[in-house]
């Protein structure tokens, strides 16, 4: 059943838009992939474009309305006759008409209100790129984070080798009767914990797939992978100092942008608000017919002819007093701008405050980095005399274990150092220069 509702699902979807997952994925494919189809970037795509219908619709305002109307009417005892005389009797009336009005002046609040569809279009936008934006720093992150717990498994791995050959060199010394039952039964327990921690490594590693597959809205994620990379840090990284980035950083981020624009808008809801205080001037034009079914001996054409009519007028509204709805109008418009000066303040502070965590980040990984380096060659160095020793019969097992455990925790600590320092300079340089790149 599973099976089915899979198919079934995967042929609903169109055919350019199913995955290829014949080849392992490039942290490039994968984030195209994010950004034509996780469901965050996808709405936003679709709040800009109703956007963009706004627009649209305040350009047109200008033009005139026009309308046809079409009326059937019955009346029954004394009614007007088509004579313009009362008289008694069922008449019935049919109208015909069209009529076109045009606002000329509305206080400037139609070319206002354009000016403000025009910048909400814009500031929509930019919020689609920051949605962009957020998208690739995720996948990127995920995509770290499996080549991460790539490189546990391989650690993992190597640990159950190291004990499989132990068992097996203890299980040829047993025979020969240089070991014990006891060693050779406390390596087993040793080889048997390492699977374990094998089998929970690529547990882990299918997990991190699986996140970084349902980030990128794949309708399937089996035989997903990706192009594995060696996360190893980047040498001779000039970070800057937070400050250069954030100078350079507010004047390009999309968040910024669509804040910035959105207080521009606001001068535009004021003036809008402003406008009920002029007066309004609009045209209006129409014609129409009139038949008239008894009270009248012309025929139908004939009376559609003579009752045709046309009109046309101006008129001018005077706002005289409209209880102060305009005067709060326009206090409520201001209040708005100064809550959106707070709104830009506020995501300006939100971006310092990022880069300087990322900055941070970036800093303590290296050391970390640096330090996980000098830790892991001195493990390795530790586990090989011990090991030597271990096999001449000058160290226990416990030892043995001990000096193999410390190595294995260095070189898992190196890994997740240098994944960490991976990630956080890429993020010091999407924020420097709006790419990112591993």
């Known amino acids: 059943m599973k099976a089915l509702l899979l198919a079934l699902a995967l042929l609903a979807q169109p055919t350019d838009s199913l995955p290829d997952l014949s080849h392992p994925w490039s942290l490039k494919e994968c984030t195209q992939w994010a950004l034509e189809h996780n469901l965050t970037v996808v709405g936003q795509r679709l709040q800009a474009e109703n956007r963009n219908v706004e627009r649209n ?66 500031a929509a936008t930019e919020d689609l790129e920051k949605a ?28 159950v080798s190291i004990d499989s050959l132990q068992v097996e060199r203890l299980s040829g010394m047993m025979g020969v009767g240089k070991s014990s039952k006891a060693q050779l039964s406390q390596q087993k327990a040793s080889l048997a914990q390492s699977k374990v921690t094998l089998v929970q490594a690529q547990n882990n590693v299918r997990a991190a797939v699986l996140d970084l597959a349902q980030l990128l809205e794949l ?21 800057g100092h937070p400050d250069d980035i954030y100078a350079d950083a507010v004047m390009d981020r999309p968040s910024i942008k669509a804040e910035e624009l959105r207080l521009q808008g606001t001068e535009r809801s004021i ?14 034009a129409g014609l129409g017919t009139n038949y008239y079914s008894t009270f009248w001996t012309a025929g139908f054409w004939d009376q559609l002819g003579a009752n045709f009519a046309q009109y046309v007028g101006l008129s001018l509204n005077i706002p005289i007093f409209n209880k102060f709805q305009v005067r709060n109008q326009v206090r409520s418009a ?29 800093v303590a990984a290296q050391a970390k980095y640096d330090a996980s380096i000098e830790a892991s060659a001195a493990a390795q160095d530790a586990f090989s005399l011990v090991e030597a020793r271990y096999e001449a019969g ?23 150092a240098s994944c960490e320092y991976l990630f956080q300079t890429a993020l010091v340089g999407f924020y420097r220069t709006g790419t990112l790149e591993l």
């Open 57 to 122: 619709t305040a350009e047109m305002s200008w033009l005139p309305s026009l309308n046809g109307q079409v009326s059937e009417n019955m009346s029954f005892g004394r009614g007007l006759g088509g004579n313009n005389t009362y008289e008694y009797g069922n008449s019935a009336t049919t109208g015909f008409s069209v009529g076109s009005s045009m606002t000329l002046f509305d206080g400037l609040a139609t070319p206002n209100r354009i000016k403000l569809a025009r910048i909400n279009l814009d």
């Open 132 to 159: 962009r934006d957020d998208i690739r720093v995720a996948v990127a992150k995920a995509y770290v984070q499996v080549l991460y717990n790539l490189e546990i498994e391989d650690v993992a791995r190597h640990q």
């Open 219 to 239: 309708p399937s994620w089996d035989g997903f992978s990706i192009v594995r990379i060696t996360p190893d840090a980047p040498s001779n990284i000039v970070l």
């Open 271 to 284: 003036e809008i608000a402003k406008s009920g205080y002029y007066p309004s001037l609009s045209l209006s």
């Open 334 to 362: 201001k209040i708005q701008q100064e809550a959106q000066k707070t709104q830009l303040r506020r995501v300006q502070q939100s971006l310092y405050k990022e880069i300087y965590q990322a900055w941070n980040g970036a």
């Open 394 to 416: 000058a160290a226990t097992i416990t030892e043995f274990s001990d000096a193999r455990n410390r190595m294995m925790k260095a070189q898992s600590d190196l890994v997740q």
